[in-house]
């Protein structure tokens, strides 16, 4: 420990602690630009200078290591004035006219360190250099006119998510910010997670969605989980007036750091899907507008008089709504229950789970990561992120997928699938086993190795798949490497569908009635061609769809931030997601609907989903 | 003790911060009881008198060269000058312009925008003022006070007005201090 002084106060912080970190133990506050506190140190803005006795000039307490006995002072005459200097220099550079800026108002981390300093004006005068703007993304868009240089936004590209899309060109007061190689950010290898956008400091990247939408102390934040697939990212939602204004990353989250990808950040604010407003009985003369209850009658009365009747429910629902369902129709003689595009995954799931538990840095932080039968580029991208920041550290990459996969372009060792995983895998493990392989090489000096078993592997028989990476654990970890497993499970719930016993795809053949749990999820064309020939269908979902178009029963589900849930996560944790904002009238959580169902039914339900548990599968 | 005398003008702005001034309602009586208010736009004098007034309050950055005669007669003729509003205190909206050359702004403003006809021209008569680079007040002449905002809340026109008219010099900061 490093004892030092701040103000007067004494402060004892680790070595190697920066001095404007120590300042916060000491709760001191030090203006800053250029710094946050999930990047590195990169003294940038020069806004944090402070006095240090025995120093020559004032140096940026950002990337200045704490030393022993320094004695620092943050509020002499000569840091305000130099803190001025620095603003003013920042205001002169190019176009920070508050008035028809977006974050004027508190939103704007330039515009609160001038009104902290009690800046009336600028002592200089901005130099008129007009910048481009780039509005090429389809959901932000750069402004270099309002840049400040921090490069906050090229470093959480690089190091927070890996991607390395943005850069600065040019020198000087002629920097500015540049995908790739110069061109539109929309045409470049940009991945639209928005964490430029998330830690722009002022109004140079702004979000499309929330614009304009009011500051951020008009609206309320919550925070919630992410369920559109199964890592559970944190998230914090700003609504306003019932409305959801922006979604940000949860930097207290121990899984995503605070990262989101563009479908949980912002596709939920695109609004290009039709919601169905009201429940739909349909007759002679076509769907017709019905009450919920009429809508549920109709839906008994078929399962008593077309039969064979089935439930399908998707892997996003909630545990309150799959233990609902489960206790609605699993072992129902009239219903058969299945899982809605359930492929046998969720069992291979279930057995990968058992073999390691695992957590996601566990795996990404390893020294070799082995990715099986998985795109990280297109799903759980977070995950991906969190591979690819490491590989600037020497962490190497060996994926086992096919040729389309994205993601192997970040590969050190792509294992060919064409001949299918299971040959690939029996090769990837006879290679480690003879250290013959390139991928024994890779290995030979890894002490740590990260396994992550994706849904895209395929095999007729996924139980042995699931054998096989058992066998690889254990030849790794008997070479002497910690080993830590993951499978990414599938949509946001696939492991509370499995310990409900609802691991398996159904057989539909013959049947005359479906019932769709769909919520808020689209069906793929698999399973729409397979719905096709039941001449029954009952669609419970959020948007309007071809398949609720055909329905004899359509009934309006909430979407995510309209209801609250529970789900078991990507490391097998519980986490809530939490209700947002209020549907309208007419429109029930599938939660509240397989309540009304059941008692239609005449089946008493029970609303403690971990009591159920227990009761339909056996487990505790 | 005669009432100090209070002279305000404005340049290029939206005269908005004048509106701004009236937005403080039956409070400017207070202010007429503490100041007396000689030439302003909005009212019949149009100039500061030729013997001097204690506070002149400029409206609007500097755009052209009659904006600058106005400036340096009011600032010679006041002994503290109030810089109203973002226009003056740092150029504002209307140095927008400054992005483009001024030939540029001119052509924009007279011949292509939509509502301008095949006939739209350049005004050249001589008599006219000549637009300049969009500057801030401070710029052109020295300022002693700066009243930043778009427009500076009543609250704040009334503070500054309230201060200035008792002798004191007024400090923005926390609640009153708004770029807007």
Redesign the interface.
Known sequence: MVNITIDGKQVSVPEGTTVLRAAENAGVVIPTLCDHKELAPYGGCRLCLVEVEGARTLQPSCTLPVNPNMVVHTATEKVKEARKFVLSLIFSERNHFCMFCQVSGGDCELQNSAYAEGMTHWPLQPNYSPFTVDASNPYFVIDNNRCILCRRCVRACGELVGNFTLGIEERGANSYLVADLGGPIGESTCVSCGTCVQVCPTGAIIDRQSAYNGREKDTTKVKTICTRCSIGCGMEVLTRDNRVVRIEGDWDASINHGLLCSTGRFEPLINDKERIPTSLVAGANGQKASTLDTAVKEIASLIQTAQPAAALITDNASLEEISLFSQLFVGNSKVKAGVLGGNGFLQMHESVRSISGSSLSDVTGCDVVIVVGADLSTDHQVAGFLVKRQLPTGTKLIMLSDPKNVFSANADLVLDTSKGFESALKGLLNGIKDNTAAAARLLSTAKTVGIIVGETVESDDLSKISGLIKDLTEALKSSGKATHVLSLKGGANGSALSQFGLNHSLDLNGVKTVILFQGEDTVDQKMVQKLSSIPNLVVIGTYNSTLAARAKVVIPATTWWETSGTFINIENNLQTSNRITQPTDDINSMQDILSVIGKQLGKGLNSDWQKTLGSTTGRS | MSKPKVSSDWLAGCAGCHMSLLDMDERILQVLELAELRSTPITDFKEPDASGVDVGVLEGGISNTYNEEVAHKMRSRCKTLV?LG?CA?????P??R??FTIEEALRRAYIETPSTDESGKIPSDPELAVPT?V??L??VVP?DI???G?PPDADVIFYVLSELAQGRKPE??DEL????
């Open positions: 810089a973002d205190v740092f150029g504002g909206i140095a927008m400054n992005f680079k500057r801030a401070s710029e300022v700066f009243v930043p778009c923005l900061k201090l708004h770029w807007h």
